[in-house]
């Protein structure tokens, strides 16, 4: 018998993106598209294969239920994880996003493929037959009206709540302060004033590394907009420091061995992932970067032209970006810009080096 029932609307986080190219692919590559349907496949069952491992996390499943639902039709992928409250909800949230970030990586660095979305928090009834709820239209909307180029962009709100401190108020920051002044001055506190104490700085720590991480994954961009930094190092080095990464390992292991075996291995060639980054990119400013085969009578052709490298253009400067950030400048791509005069359109030229020498 047929469940005529819908599930009842509940609040997700949502993220929706389309893949860039994909009508194209099928004109241009008829006969690579096979191809292209298994590269969807393998990112989206490399994902969920990573979603599988963290829902049986002792330490992730103690976080939440960390439960991504994904649909996927044609170009357009949706990727949505009911939300909850409480103070690790930052941390959930935070996962969700990285899960993005890795789907998102996936498609541009091992095949080629850019993408351009949304992430809000909307309402939804969700279930194996169909996806319903303003949150869809509203991620959509984002999608289609705000992103505009190769870029997931995250909701304002949902900024505005990272930003906020889960974990102690402004009153329990006073009251810390205070204890410290009284035992820099030698002063007495009783027990239950150092388990408070204690507990605070527990909870400055847990604040550090989930600040490193938002410093990892989202990043404003000068129009204003919040997106997801999916080429980004969360390394435990990186989120914890180099003092107190052993020490957190050693306590990882004591309370999950599963979950030791998963972050104490060696972490991602970070230096591998920028370079294959910026292979992808500038396979793009080639592609689209010249008009030399257009005719001067193909005037549109070249304004469309222009208007697809516009996109790669931002993606390169994305990429400079995060090569500054994470101070590796070896990586960073180097252009030379130029007006087509015959179509008054802007070409651009992939350089090798500062001397100006250019790449075939």
């Known amino acids: ?10 609040e997700y986080y949502i993220a929706y993106f389309d ?65 909850s409250s409480g103070q690790l909800e930052q941390i959930r949230l935070m996962a969700f996003l990285q899960i993005v970030a890795d789907i998102q990586r996936g498609f541009v660095n091992e095949y080629g493929l850019f993408v351009r979305g949304g992430i809000l928090k909307g309402e939804l009834s969700f279930n194996d037959d169909y996806v319903f709820g303003k949150g869809l239209i509203d991620v959509v909307n984002i999608e289609e009206k705000v992103a505009i180029y190769p870029r997931i962009v995250i909701a304002a709100d949902l900024i505005a709540y990272l930003q906020e401190n889960p974990f102690y108020t402004q009153e329990d920051y006073t009251r810390v302060v205070g204890l410290v002044q009284r035992l820099e001055n030698k002063e007495t506190i009783s027990p239950e ?32 907009n919040w997106v997801l930094c999916y080429l980004n190092r969360t390394s435990a080095v ?77 993606v390169m400067a994305f990429h400079n970006l995060v090569c500054d950030f994470y101070q590796k ?26 001397t100006g020498i250019q790449t075939n």
Not at 37 to 51: E, P
């Open 238 to 314: 990186f989120l914890f420091g180099e003092a107190a990464k052993d020490s957190l390992l050693q306590m990882i292991q004591s309370v999950s061995p599963s979950d030791y075996q998963l972050v104490s291995q060696p972490p991602q060639d970070f230096d591998a992932v920028l370079s294959l980054h910026k292979n992808r990119v500038e396979e793009m400013l080639k592609k689209y970067g010249k008009n030399v085969d257009i005719k001067t009578t193909e005037v549109k052709t070249a304004e469309i032209r222009e208007h697809i490298l516009r996109k790669y253009i931002w």
């Open 19 to 83: 893949i860039l190219g994909y009508k194209a692919f099928f004109d241009e590559q008829p006969e690579n598209v096979p191809e292209l349907l298994n590269a969807i496949h393998d990112v989206i069952q490399r994902t969920k294969n990573h979603i599988g491992i963290a829902n049986q996390s002792p330490i992730m499943n103690g976080i939440g239920d960390i439960n991504i639902h994904t649909k996927i039709f044609s170009d357009n992928i949706l990727a949505c994880m009911e939300a």
């Open 1 to 10: 018998m047929v469940n005529s029932t819908p599930n009842p609307i509940k």
């Open 329 to 354: 400048p070896e990586h960073k791509i180097l252009t030379r810009c130029n007006c087509d005069t015959r179509f008054l359109k802007m070409t651009i030229e992939v350089l090798n080096d500062e």
């Open 193 to 224: 004033e150092q388990a408070f104490l204690n507990e605070m700085y527990n909870k400055a720590f847990m604040l550090q590394i989930l600040e490193r991480a938002k410093a990892a994954l989202t990043l404003q961009w000068p129009d204003g």
